[in-house]
DNA sequence: CATGAATGAGGTTTCATTCAT
DNA sequence: TATGAATGAAACCTCATTCAT
């Protein structure tokens, strides 16, 4: 399915480190200066190898921002994976409030390439651009499936689930993106106890009106 | 405040006239391609002059990027102008139902330029990164004005008001950030509709719990 | 039907003459270097401009070598042109001497380019091969129709035209791709002389056997 | 003599026979591509050797280049070594028709090498273009030898022998640079015959004329 | 005021060659 | 012997900026 990258080396356990190495030290850069500015040298140098080496593993600048974008669709899959998905033991409630714990620690550990994708997204192949775009549908499935899981219990009582789910991802999305704001005013586990709390109320049956 | 930015001409009116029709050009080709993607003749050919014509009102490239993102600071701040004032003939909720109208229709319009600062913020000098944090930093306070009158009148209950007027901000840019999303499900009038509607479910004081 | 090849100006007066300076001055180098060793600084050093006044011109290093092929193309038709069409006035065996006289100079006149098509068919696109296998098509085709006419008159007694065709134009050739070696010992003029009688004895009709 | 090629390796007849088996591969990948665009790791591949293992047999890509050029040079000794010897038994007329099969059919098994010199005979270091030369002076010599005795026998009269032999040469290198155009009408033993036929038009001594 | 041809620094990419294993 | 990962010089190409007209 992904598109194969050209590299000279038979040996895929290498290959594999090699990138995975090199997606690593990519993914900061990328990061800190964007794609365009940052240049195949620097790189290099940020994985300690020569440029020729570099592209004895990969065939183009292109094929490391795919790099980057593969293994955070691999990591983001590993987020939703850590959802709660026994719901006899545990209420729709807490499960959202599980949900957007790992949503948002997924979220700080992931900060860089998150941005990435925010950033860099109109750059990307239509290959990659559809993985990027699979990693927030199937996030957003995860999440509506909580949410109808709450409404079938009748713990909430939502309008529009999927916008509700879209909601909920933009404002952990948020926690990446704009860390820069948030961060300021804000630790993890605090803002994710209000930000828990907030979509709560907003869902939530026992509501007056 | 503002760097002044080079010109040959000594006509004021003309080179502001020039300039702002620069800006408009330039937004839209740095939302479609992005700013390093831009060259400067495919901003010049969208204006309708020469490479030279353009030199002679800008100082440099970085320089349009400074004049889209101050152009977008003036829409911005009409649209917060436009927030609603005299709370004596309207209710804080209805205050707050206006201004997310007014918010989304504005990201509606600016969405170009919005874009454009969600992915170009870090190549943008200090001074334009400011420009962009006061934009926001002036739209927060807007809203954190109208959530606490909220608050006072026993409209509304916030445990967190920054925390509430950021989550609406950050849904607002959403509008403009994944319109590529949105706009497959939704129309804006629905969506503001519905938007106002959930914010509303979270903060009202009218709530069981 | 020629492939459009890139450039920024709109003067196509201009863009005709640097190209035209452009293709003369890289076939020199092609044909001394080869295509591959040529470097386009070479070329733009030859031409007195700088690389990037080069590439205003031309899209890339292969539309250079296509300029080359062109205008050999345009030239060697010129020689088509020149053989002579009048057969009331001079006999098939005399037209062929002329022909073949036209033939020899135009090879002396476009050495450079005739050794380059020679040796660098096999790194042209596809586009400017077509273009180089019509040159030898359209030369072998005039050939022939001398030859034709002088089987008519009786003047010639050819088992296989097209194979006499081949060899007047194979051996045509071999003065501007082996003239290292013939212009040791031949002179123009002489050689013209010699290789035409050589023909004519093999394609003469009045042979014994 | 010839410059000595670099080894690390003291059995001489493994060096030799990996050296006629990487000059073999070469030639092909060579003349498929030229010399400048085929790479090292190709012709490693094609020999079924890494890269290092190329190096240690042989010194640089030049080498290999040289390589291919003098197991040209024993081949083509070879195929003048099959022209008729004993002219007791059979006339000039007969040998020379034997010599330009053999000539022919030579070309035909050596196609990529002379090919191959004929493209790349500019890339060449001065020891290989003598050796290259060498091979074209001896063939000419070879056939020069044979025209002259039809001469002395009075089967043939030729006002320039150099040059017939000049041309035979030429016409017979043609059936290997330029197959791509002849095979598409001539089979090679028809080609010989009607070739043989039309040289001998033109130097035998029977003619009006 | 307006132009666009000219430039060269700097980007991405290739590949002959070496050397530790 | 055999390997192939590592290298860096040098190739092609882009584009922000200038300046003569």
Redesign the pocket.
Known sequence: MKKAI??????QQ??AN?REHIARCAARLFMKRGY?Q???????DAC??????????V??????LHLVIDSASVAANEVLNSFPRDFHTISATEALRQAIASLYKGMDDLQDVCMLIYRETEHLSPAAQQTAFDIEINALAAIEQLLNRGCETGEFRIDDVKLAAHNIMVLAEAWAVKRWFLRRHHKLEEHIEKQAEFMLRAISANTKA
């Open positions: 050209r590299t000279y080396s038979n040996d290498l290959v090699r365009k940052t240049t195949v040298r620097e790189i290099a300690g190898m020569g440029t020729g080496t570099l592209y004895y593993y065939g183009s600048k292109e094929d490391i």
